[in-house]
């Protein structure tokens, strides 16, 4: 099997650091550049909710450029796709196995505010006997290094699932989501759980008493055996939750990190 960054650092128990990717319009090699970036990496999250990155067919290209890195160096960052789905819809079934049959190495489902829809997101992810994924997927397996009948025995422990709290409900709910069999681990969300709360969104931190309620959201998934995940706008950031014990944080996204490298050049340009 192709090595799985971010599920190394999770049986490990260390953090791990990943990136943001949004523009699905640079194809292939913007995504491979990404996922070349660095050797600490650990995942990179292909966004499909509020990033302009389409569902199909645009995610497989992004997932086989990513994990295609492993020839240039040993382990590629793990793509994670977030689907476009969320919480207060149906249609998240086709949209979870469509991600997975791309080959990715998880996926993250927005807007989960009870431990049904939990139950729900956790058997789309996994095949029968424990869950009602179906059977297919013509590129899947090779993206994981795997034969099909090698990638079906592996995948339900090898998939990671994530479900965002950030709903007022969801943190009413926290502790029962975040001990349903088959969910790996809870993301918040701290714009959207912010704004939900009745709070600003962070600028780039959160209200102190939104800050309360990360702690709450933290507390429940470890209690509960699983993994916490957070999104952060920078590398200071990133570094002061991981302190904190996150496990799966984000320190930044593609086009942040274009915006900021070229004004950070531009301005050591005109001092000279």
């Not at 992004?62 to 890195?69: D, R």
Request: proline share 6%; with cysteine; aromatic share 8%.
């Amino acid at each position: 099997m192709h090595p799985h960054a971010l599920l190394l650092h999770f049986k490990n128990n260390t953090s791990a650091f990943g990136a943001w990717l949004t523009n699905g319009s640079g194809g292939f090699f913007h995504a491979r550049a990404m996922a070349q970036s660095s050797p600490d990496l650990a995942f990179i999250v292909i966004d499909c909710e509020h990033g302009l990155v389409n569902l199909n067919p645009g995610v497989a290209e992004l997932v086989a450029a990513i994990h295609g890195t492993e020839n240039d160096r040993g382990s590629p960052p793990s793509a994670i796709v977030r689907i476009a789905a969320t919480g207060f819809t149906t249609g998240v079934n086709w949209q979870i196995k469509y991600a997975l049959d791309a080959g990715a190495r998880g996926v993250l489902v927005p807007m989960v505010s009870t431990a049904e829809k939990a139950k729900e997101i956790a058997s789309d992810a996994r095949y029968p006997p424990v869950g009602r994924r179906g059977f297919g997927g013509a590129y899947t397996h090779g993206n994981w290094g795997l034969t099909r009948g090698e990638y079906f025995k592996n995948a339900n422990d090898n998939v990671i699932v994530l479900v965002q709290i950030e709903t007022a409900e969801a943190v009413k709910n926290v502790k029962e989501i975040a001990e349903v069999d088959g969910i790996d681990g809870l993301f918040v969300g701290p714009s959207d759980l912010s704004i939900t709360l009745g709070y600003p969104p962070p600028s780039p931190d959160p209200h102190p008493e939104v800050e309360k309620v990360i702690n709450e959201i933290l507390n429940a998934a470890h209690s509960a055996g699983k993994k916490c995940a957070i999104f952060c706008f920078n590398g200071i950031q990133a570094s002061r939750r991981a302190a904190e014990g996150f496990d799966m944080i984000n320190v930044t996204s593609d086009v942040s990190a274009m915006s900021e490298g070229i004004a950070s050049n531009l301005k050591l340009a005109s001092r000279t």
